[in-house]
DNA sequence: TAAATTTTTTAGACAAGACTAAAAATATTT
DNA sequence: AAATATTTTTAGTCTTGTCTAAAAAATTTA
């Protein structure tokens, strides 16, 4: 049994490190989790004692294959819920994390999987990021950042690094969403501003902006 | 906040004392729970505190108004993902009992709300228990134990009283489900089981299954 | 109504998960 | 290579929710 607290922390493993393969700072883990650098310590040396960490004093945590696939059905159930907020309850995706981070916690493998089946199967979040499957595999993300697109060139937008409310917010007042085309066409060399086009209007973005784009070619 | 723990403690108390306005002993409620009689001696004085409860000292505990409102939406909470599991996730009732009693406690009022609608407001979960409203109120439940129906009339099965398990799969193997329209056709004086008619065939059922049969006419 | 029984409360302990403050180890500067 | 700064761990405390054992109150029986 794994408790929803050590759930929390397999998950800021996974996401600070590689999907956990690569070990990663006490500080690192409590900045992300909102706590402290001695509440991880404990809790890291309950992940090693349940074989689901590798941890050396000092010398920061990983994940083992176990730890991996723990997070990685974390993750999933997380990003389901998003996809079925979103898609059937008429949530925008702004309003989603929230609720996952607590419906992620729920226990029932049948669950997640007829919850898949219902929701055909989806392969991304409404966010973008890929939803691992019941291995706890999902494909690369294949989309680069819109700084890679060549001047003239469209792609699809198909995913925003930074999933804060705030982001989303800005990207809801300015009518950009997952799937629209967009076609780059300036970029301003004194802040790396860019103006795109999509819909049929112009518009220029900030580089802050910029940064947190990705578009499938 | 409610939390988790407390949320469970109103649910018992609300189901073991008429919606909460009647007072009920702590040993009950230890019962029902499955915890000691001295815990829930500590977590009625928290309710108290907040509250929640009536509480004097050796004569049991009742809701106030605003715990019987908590308490009430923890059930329909409930209710409706039991809905959601058997209607869109093609569970069986017998499975679903388990799962809605972790999702009960997922916090978001517009996420009970939206489940409401995408369910087009169910009035009744699968084992034929109401479902509150937001303000916590439901219609009483119009069916009739079997026993009071009159030999040869017929009536709707409605409602299951005793929704274990066991209970559920014997109704599932004698392919008896919520909905189907059954004759009684005789009493037996000796053990006072009931012949029944439903779908063109015959059965027998026994005292204690009939205890938990509910029917409208 | 007094004795016996049952129920409820209190006292004290424990595990999980978090925190602060201090000590130890590691990393960075000079 | 010291001295300084940063990071990590340890030690000790707190809260929530649970438990057992004992004490107190209420109820039932005799
Ligand atoms: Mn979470
Ligand atoms: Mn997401
Ligand atoms: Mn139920
Ligand atoms: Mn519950």
Known sequence: MITLSEENYLKAIYHLGKQGTVAVSTNAIAEKIQSKASSVTDMIKKLADKNLANYIKYQGVSLTKKGRLAAALVIRKHRLWEVFLVNKLDFS???????????EHIKSLKLVNQL????????HDPHGD??????????PIKSVNI?????GKVGVLSFVKNATDAFLKYLNKNKLALGDTIKVIEQEPFDSSLTI???????VIS?????NLYLTL
Request: hydrophobic residues 35%.
């Open 93 to 103: 995706w702004d309003e989603v994390h929230e609720i996952a981070e607590q419906l």
């Open 116 to 123: 898949d089946a219902f929701l055909e199967y989806p392969t």
């Open 130 to 139: 890929p939803i691992p499957d019941k291995d706890g595999n999902y494909s």
């Open 147 to 151: 700084f890679e697109v060549e001047i």
């Open 197 to 203: 086009e999509t819909n049929n209007r112009k518009l």
């Open 207 to 211: 580089k802050e902006v910029a940064q």
